[in-house]
């Protein structure tokens, strides 16, 4: 294993034979090297095209770091469950995790706004949330102790009479707008949020993800959280912008670090996409490992910049049971 | 009356007295100038805060103005109403006005699909129209012999399910998406004029508006189509823009004189709002009457461009009826 400790080091070819982790010996310099172990989810625990189904020995594999005494946690984007749904999944299939060592977008969002959002707005009657997310995301709210209303209150999920906006009413008691995308998201939410942000001076917009498109079953694409976003955006004025508590954005990382203690210098983020899971590390100050066993494969890694340049590669994270004692 | 030929030569104070049309002498020599009259008709025709009140003697206002041999024609940003339920409204106040001289954003809209889009796609597999819009917008789809796909389909006013996508169908044939802002919008529409203008190469987006913002009944704000739209663009390419068939676009402009043989130089537009009418019309080569029945005061003339200067100005549309022989 040839290890790359600065960014500048790395020379990726297109297959990045020298940077990959395939033997005893690789896994064993990693285990020595690293405390903690921060895992995506899609396309690193499960595949992306069936999610129920996970990698070769994802669960031996995580068990195995965890007997080791090497921290584990989970870092996911996918807000559509709630943690505790996340949980039982990973029980279900043999995973021995603890609540706590999940995170998805959903949870460190709401975390974000119990913790930072919410004390800094100094005029207490001004700490309103209004929330545009589904009922995964309400756990997560609820899981923080956070009180708001919309959310999936049945008013709000009616649609607007034609040209008739009598029931969206002035509060100025909404400090904050939180956004999560949902597929079932109507120009009702879409209306209360924007118009809180409009009237409401220094209402902030805190939001789980900006991904502009997704990617559909037909192999089209479908309208992302930060396409709907744009339309609350026309609400801010240009030098105010959302805060996006999700990877890359260093916002996801403080929060992480807020709930679990670890070493920056003795961890390691491992992901399945450059733009999100690399960028994510290499901006927080981590190190990184790129698995192929989801969005990216050894010939995509063409013209990275320096920030996007993984430390290490590595088929899928089954690899690291290469550590084990036989 | 002292006549502005040019925009350079006009020089507004704020209360623009030199281009203040208010008596008998002012008003003929209008009338010797123009042989048509375009009017505006929210704040012009109607009261903004009642559109059921006309202003100040409008009925017997474009009456004269017909009686006397002017070409009048009414174009409008509001499409709220087809062309049909205008008429029905102008008749039922005592206008004396016919279906072909009422032009709404929505009417044009439709007649520049039918006139300009349709024709320019040379594939004719390729010309079929999605539609996201309301059930007065249908109307004037309709009246142009056009055929569509969406619009109030109680199928695409469903909810989407969540995560669950495959009811959206890839469909090569659309060629055209025709946007009409609607406060009763879906996710499931968005999403379907998202995946066509994204999957079929050169699917192009036309719209009737494109208003950021609206003002609502508490003194709030609302997403406007300008807003909604914004989740389509992030489907196309950045060098391309839809076309937006209303007030102050060409696009509107050249449609009203597809429909309505005029001379440019013997005509003048009438409107309450610079941003809109006055940029208009000057854009189109037509000179301006600015009314001050609507959303602009004589106190809002300060910093205006060259662009947005009115040639004359008027309390409201009423005045013109000093013309009359006594």
Redesign the interface.
């Known amino acids: 294993m040839v290890q790359a400790n600065t960014t500048q080091d790395i020379r990726l070819d297109g297959h990045a034979d020298e940077l990959e982790i395939r033997d005893k010996k690789d896994v064993q310099a990693l285990l020595d090297r690293y405390d903690a172990f921060l895992f995506d989810c899609d396309g690193v625990i499960w595949h992306l095209d069936d999610r129920e189904k996970m990698t070769p020995d994802a669960a031996e594999t995580i068990n195995f770091l965890k007997d080791t005494g090497k921290k584990v946690n989970f870092v996911t984007n996918n807000g ?1 469950k709630s943690r505790g749904e996340y949980l039982e999944k990973f029980r279900k299939h043999g995973f021995n995790v603890e609540l706590e060592e999940i995170h998805t977008s959903g949870s460190a969002t709401a975390g974000y706004v119990r913790d930072v959002v919410l004390p800094d707005i100094s005029d207490k009657s001004k700490r309103k949330v209004y929330v545009i997310g ?1 009922d995964s995301f309400e756990k997560e709210l609820q899981a923080n102790g956070l009180e708001w209303t919309g959310g999936t209150d049945p008013e709000d999920k009616e ?8 029931c ?3 509060d100025p008691a909404v400090g904050v707008v939180v956004f999560q995308f ?6 009702k939410q ?2 209360k949020g ?2 809180y942000l ?2 409401n001076e220094g209402c902030r917009l805190i939001c789980t993800n900006d991904n ?2 997704m990617l ?8 992302g959280a ?3 976003l ?6 801010l004025p240009e030098d105010k912008q959302p805060v996006i508590v999700s990877k890359p954005w260093q916002e996801y990382m403080d929060q992480i670090r807020r709930r679990t203690d670890f070493d920056r210098r003795r961890t390691v983020f491992v992901g399945d996409r450059v733009q999100t899971d690399v960028l994510f590390a290499n901006r927080g100050g981590l190190d990184s490992l790129l698995v192929f066993s989801g969005r990216t494969q050894p010939d995509d890694l063409h013209h990275l910049t320096a920030e996007q340049a993984p430390n290490y590669t590595m088929s899928h994270i089954g690899v690291l049971q290469e550590g084990k004692e036989t």
Do not use: M, R, W
């Open positions: 559509s589904s649609e607007l009479p034609p040209f008739d906006y009598s969206i009413k002035a949902h597929t079932q998201i109507t120009y879409l209306t924007f118009n409009a009237s502009e498109t559909i079953e037909n192999g089209g694409s479908a309208p930060g396409a709907l744009k339309v609350l955006l026309a609400a």
